[in-house]
């Protein structure tokens, strides 16, 4: 008895902190798959919310300021990305039956980094294709990036910042 006691009393305690967390910050979780999707992109858009229940809720999705399409429990769609510069804001707006209504905006800035590598492997005499690495061989790894601005205009390389990880791990240079 005093086990079932101790549980109830442990649920109530985490269930009363998740709802309290989720009322500090966002109302609404956004997802993109890709993740960080280029220029002209077909890109799944998802939500979620700890403070709403979708299910029952009215979710009316606008892209650039025009309604997209609308629906119960409809937590996904599918849209393409402008091209580079061009950014494309998604809104959800979620009206529940007690008419409560959490909107929420997401930006998505198309962009486009091109990775380059090479080995330091050894190739045969008159061998015409990529260096491909070999166990214990060196690979480095050049990164173009392509952002552009509101204008249009591409941002300088030179204001650009890198972080490189390596197994998760920040590689300081």
Do not use: C, H
């Amino acid at each position: 008895m005093n086990k079932i006691f101790l549980i109830l009393i442990i649920f109530l305690i985490f269930s009363s902190t998740n709802t309290f967390a989720a009322e500090k910050g966002s109302k609404i979780l956004f997802t993109t798959k890709p993740e960080s999707p280029g220029e002209f992109e077909n890109v799944t858009v998802s939500i979620r919310s700890f403070a709403i229940n979708l299910k029952d809720g009215l979710v009316i999705w606008t892209v650039d300021g025009e309604e997209y399409t609308r629906g119960y429990n409809l937590s996904s769609i599918d849209i393409t990305t402008s091209k580079l510069g061009d950014p494309t804001f998604v809104t959800a707006v979620i009206k529940e039956k007690n008419e409560k209504i959490l909107r929420e905006t997401l930006t998505i800035n198309p962009t486009q980094i091109d990775l380059l590598w090479k080995s330091n492997s050894y190739t045969p005499p008159f061998y015409k294709s990529k260096i491909l690495p070999s166990t214990g061989s060196i690979i480095n790894i050049t990164a173009e990036a392509t952002f552009k601005d509101n204008s249009g205009q591409t941002i300088n390389k030179s204001n650009l910042i890198y972080e490189w990880e390596r197994n998760y791990q920040k590689i300081i240079s």
